[in-house]
């Protein structure tokens, strides 16, 4: 009897080959899995589920997991205000880690003996699936031809046309990757370290050029509603408000990162909700949030942003940050205004019960309430009497 290997599979070059090697030349049982985190649209996981099975695996599964990777992964960027490097919000390492989790379960379903992906040696998505099927499916073989092999492009091509597999070999200008949390663009600009990509690359064109106003409402730090239009799950409220905003170019950036194996790379991306959705959040939390919440949630939630960058998403230590980002959300409930414009966008302000900004406690720089003068007085000299001590010990420094 063959042995049963899982792959990932999406249905280009690289998991194409790995399909027609591993069943034929390596006499595997291939099943296939495709884990859609809001990349496809359901015509195109048709097309793919059929090309899998013209290729000759032994079974094909298509798993919705973009609700369940917005709640076990990008609530909580969102919680945190997470942007790699102060940028990047994370749109494809995320998503990897959704996609291998639930690659694992796959393979504990139907009891396979190996699992595979189509990885190459380059980059961080190898890191982050072989570490969690380590983690998740212990003594399972992993493996991964295209890296194993150290395969080119040319080469993958002129093995599947001698097998007879018709599929479009060109390749695209530009590589993307789309989902839920954003669309990563590479090309040739990319590669170096000087180059902006052109218009013609990104994904979504500039079809609006008259400014926007959209009211965002957050109930404890999740966003439910979008010009007051409800949603069942926020989810769907990031999905509609991708079709709002994608249109003016906002959220459009090249990110430069520090990769797991230790090189720098650049990519290009567009998030235009992931964006918004952020720095309106973070401009909610300014308002109902006191300042060492706010203080230790940044540097809790850089440290998550990182770790889960790197593919940690089992460590126990992210459980702990996220109950903490969780219970810190409490208060974050109010309406964000903000203004669209074409390539950018500004938050025009916020209502909220929760708003600490209470003119009954007084209005910064005009006047007061709740403390008189001496009050102030005294208190200044307080605040500062172990420096004032310091200092007139060390005078003469």
């Not at 080119?152 to 839920?180: C, H, P, Q, T, W």
């Not at 939630?301 to 089992?314: C, D, R, S, T, V």
């Not at 500062?384 to 200092?391: E, V």
């Amino acid at each position: 009897m063959s042995q049963k290997v899982v792959l990932g599979f999406s249905g280009g070059l690289d998991t194409t080959f790995c399909v027609k090697y591993l069943s034929e030349d390596k006499g595997y049982e291939v099943h296939s899995v495709i884990v859609n985190t809001g990349g496809f649209t359901d015509d195109e996981l048709k097309k793919i589920e059929a090309h899998a099975y013209a290729l000759g695996v032994k079974s094909h599964k298509t798993v919705n997991a973009v609700k369940g990777y917005y709640d076990r992964i990008v609530r909580y960027l969102i919680y945190g205000n997470v942007l790699k490097n102060n940028t990047y919000p994370l749109s494809v390492s995320a998503e990897r880690l959704s996609q291998a989790l639930h690659i694992a379960e796959h393979v504990k379903e139907i009891g396979a003996d190996a699992v595979a992906h189509g990885s190459t040696g380059a980059g961080n998505d190898q890191v982050r699936f072989d570490m969690v099927f380590h983690i998740m499916i212990p003594g399972v073989e992993i493996i991964t031809p295209i890296r194993d092999l150290k395969l080119s492009r040319e080469a993958e091509i002129e093995y599947l046309k001698e097998k007879g597999v018709a599929m479009n070999f060109d390749k695209a200008v530009y590589s993307i990757n789309k989902g839920l949390w954003g669309t990563s663009v590479g090309g040739k600009e990319t590669l170096s370290s000087k180059g902006m990509l052109p218009e013609e690359a990104w994904p979504t064109q500039v079809t609006k050029s008259n400014p926007e106003e959209v009211k965002l409402h957050f109930e404890k730090g999740e966003l439910t509603a979008i010009n007051d239009r409800k949603f069942d799950h926020p989810a769907e409220a990031i999905q509609h408000l991708q079709s709002i905003a994608g249109p003016f170019g906002i959220g459009r950036d090249i990110h430069v990162g520090d990769t797991i194996i230790g090189i720098k790379g650049r990519v290009g991306f567009e998030a235009a909700a992931p964006m918004v959705i952020l720095k309106a959040h973070h401009a909610l939390e300014k308002h109902v949030l006191t300042k060492w919440q706010l203080n230790w949630k940044d540097q809790l939630a850089q440290f998550y942003g990182n770790w889960m960058h790197e593919g940690q998403i089992l460590d126990p230590v992210m459980r702990d940050i996220e109950a903490f980002l969780e219970r810190s959300q409490q208060n974050v409930t109010g309406d964000v205004y903000v203004q669209l414009l074409p390539y950018r966008f500004q938050v025009t302000g916020i209502e909220s019960a929760f708003d600490l900004m209470s003119s009954k406690f007084g209005k910064y720089g005009e006047m007061n309430s709740g403390w008189s003068g001496e009050d102030v007085r005294g208190f200044s000299k307080i605040f500062g009497n172990q420096t004032a001590i310091w200092n007139a010990v060390n005078k003469g420094e």
